[in-house]
């Protein structure tokens, strides 16, 4: 899980597992020790028994994997790749009478998309940073390689900036419910990059604007503007210079076409591109309904230009797309439905014709703060909920935006939203296992004898037992016949 381009197996009697040795590649080598000993309680030693090796052939983060009765040999394209491949043996591991074994299997894989992603949303309910890492954990077994993470919204401010410290420090105490807030410091921030490049993750860090930005006003006055009540279908009422702790969006803005406000835009990104190595900063651009058509147009314009002057690739959600001073070559992501309306279609396609290509996070089937079922305590459901795991997995993403086909998409992003996400086991109890439907999406090819819901239910299945040695509380949805 996800499913390898192909894999079968060879007919040998397993591998066994007990008193085996691993040699080759220092950080995968360690990271399969850490599995084999989460999974199996074994450790393994230093000998040639299951070699590691990068060879720098082949597609990017592809890998081959060979198992024997005699050894297993784990070929990566590339680093991710071999971590990929370890991914896969970790998965392979099974119970044979008293011993562990992994059946005798060869596999060649590599992805289907460069950009397999999630998103976090820190901004509604914060999450520290080992929190941050376990989700890197669970996100990156399962091959996806971006963390998405929504650093600012209504809620709070949650990266300290030198350049702009009133930010956190009085935009960032409070949360959804009056929850405590939090914030990274620069240093959690770089923690979190690192440990998230050691699995092979990319952070693209988000600011969201202008709408979503009630929090700016309490650090800035001068560049909000007024809340518009009116637009508020859900949760209390904000009120300008206090924080917000209700769930309603759309209400705030930044007052555009002020100086200030381009001075702070600038700096912001200016800052945030210094501390991310990644490629991408996104700028959100969605839900601003209480923001002048004509002021949106000219702040993506300006934001998708800064940040493109900034050497990266800006990304922004679909909306963004209305506006005809986009930057070129700007990323769109595409949160509409499967069936999106002629609106959204049109915007999402206005960054393939700017040069850009489109992540897809259709809302109705890969938002996991849906709910999973009717009677799950968490989630949301505006989006044509509850969520199934069969709808998850039931979409394609070149089927959703017409004229957006597959070499206009750059990937795919499962987000998390926040609202009702408190703690790590509430991400569990949501993401798992919707995040698996994502991940095949992500990277498996489209179509295949083992790309069907009775097969992906049984795999999903099958990874039970697993999960459960990693520590992650997902729960036993009834679709899936979970292995116990
Ligand atoms: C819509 S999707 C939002 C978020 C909410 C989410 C809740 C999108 C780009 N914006 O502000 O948190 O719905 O599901």
Redesign the pocket.
């Known amino acids: 899980m996800p499913f390898p381009i192909d894999v079968a197996l060879t007919g040998d009697a397993p591998f066994a597992l007990s008193g085996a040795t691993v040699t080759g590649d220092p950080d995968a080598a360690g990271q399969l020790r850490a599995l084999v000993r989460t999974r199996t309680g074994a450790e393994l030693g230093a000998g040639d028994d299951i070699a590691l090796t990068v060879d720098g052939s082949g597609a990017a983060e592809s890998y081959r994997l060979d198992v024997s009765a005699t050894g297993i040999r784990i070929t990566g394209a590339d680093a991710a790749g071999l971590f990929y491949g370890v991914q896969t043996l970790g998965q392979l591991i099974r119970r044979e009478g008293d011993s562990w074994v992994v059946p005798a299997v060869r596999a060649v894989d590599a992805p289907r998309f460069a950009y397999r992603g999630v998103m976090l949303?820190v901004a509604?309910h914060f999450h520290d940073v080992a929190t941050v890492r376990a989700y890197i954990d669970r996100a990156a077994c399962l091959k996806l390689n971006v963390l998405h993470l929504h650093l600012s919204?209504d809620q709070g401010w949650r990266l300290e900036l030198r350049s702009r410290p009133e930010l956190t420090a009085t935009a960032s105490a409070t949360a959804v419910g009056g929850a405590a807030g939090g914030f990274y410091t620069q240093d959690d921030y770089r923690q979190i990059v690192a440990y998230a490049a050691s699995r092979h993750m990319t952070v693209v860090p988000e600011f969201d604007m202008p709408g979503?930005t009630h929090a700016v006003g309490l650090a800035y006055p001068e560049i909000a503007a007024a809340p518009v009540v009116e637009v508020i279908t859900e949760g209390s009422i904000p009120v300008a210079g206090e924080p917000y702790t209700g769930i309603g969006?759309g209400f705030s803005s930044l007052r555009i076409g002020d100086e200030a406000t381009d001075a702070f835009v600038r700096d912001v990104f200016t800052e945030l591109a210094d501390l991310t190595p990644g490629p991408w900063l996104h700028f959100g651009g969605?839900?601003s309904l209480g923001t002048d058509p004509e002021d949106f147009a000219r702040f993506v314009a300006q934001a998708s230009a800064v940040i493109a002057g900034l050497g990266k690739t800006p990304v922004a959600?679909h909306e963004a797309g209305a506006a005809s001073g986009l930057a070129p070559g700007t990323v769109g992501q595409f949160?509409g439905f499967v069936s999106p309306t002629d609106a959204a279609a049109r915007h999402a396609r206005a960054f393939a014709e700017r040069g850009g290509r489109l992540i897809l996070s259709p809302?109705d089937a890969i938002?996991l703060?849906m709910k999973p079922t009717a009677d799950s305590a968490l989630g949301?459901t505006?989006?044509n909920g509850p969520t199934s795991l069969a709808r998850a997995y039931g979409w394609e993403p070149t089927e959703v935006v017409d004229g957006v086909g597959e070499e206009a998409i750059l990937g795919v992003e499962a987000?998390l939203?926040t609202?009702t996400v408190a703690t790590l086991d509430d991400i569990d109890a949501l993401a798992f296992p919707r995040i698996a439907a994502a991940a095949e999406i992500a990277w498996s090819p489209a179509t295949g004898a083992e790309r069907s819901w009775e097969s992906f239910r049984g795999r999903v299945g099958g990874l039970g037992p697993l999960w459960t040695n990693l520590d992650i509380h997902f729960p036993a949805l009834e679709e899936v016949p979970w292995t116990t």
Do not use: G, K, Q, S
Request: glycine letters at 0%; proline letters at 6%; hydrophobic letters at 45%.
């Open positions: 949303d509604r919204d979503h969006v969605d839900e959600w949160w809302a938002y703060d949301l505006w989006a987000p939203w609202e």
